[in-house]
């Protein structure tokens, strides 16, 4: 889990000029984070997730409930996908990570 803009940078390898540019809850980040989260474990698959759960933190671009994706395999296909979701900060989350497990298990499926 890399939840500060330093950790991804340091962490997952993301670039600060993406940070910079389009946010930490943006499809490029979550790219960038899947791709390292997959480097840095050595694994066959990795899951980026970065949103605004609430119950602050959005903006008229960015709402309370938006959650970018990003899904990296081995065999070097990455995925992003942005949802928005509804509900209080807890119900956004477990939303959140019911999505990433089930696009996980069905191959990074476009929902």
Not at 36 to 48: E, N, V, W
Not at 74 to 87: D, K, S
Request: aromatic residues 8%; charged residues 20%; negative net charge.
């Amino acid at each position: 889990m890399t939840y500060s803009n330093e950790a991804k940078t340091t962490m997952l390898g993301v670039s600060p000029d993406t940070l910079e540019t389009h946010g930490a809850v943006s499809e490029p980040t979550v790219r960038e984070m899947a791709n390292g989260a997959l480097q840095q474990a050595g694994a066959d698959y990795a899951i980026a997730v970065s949103g605004i759960a609430g119950p602050g933190g959005g903006s008229d671009e960015k709402p309370v409930g938006t959650v970018w994706f990003g899904f990296a395999s081995v065999a070097g296909e990455t995925v992003a996908i942005h949802r928005l979701f509804r509900g209080d900060r807890d119900e956004v989350r477990k939303q959140a990570v019911i999505f990433a497990l089930q696009t996980l298990c069905e191959g990074f499926a476009e929902k």
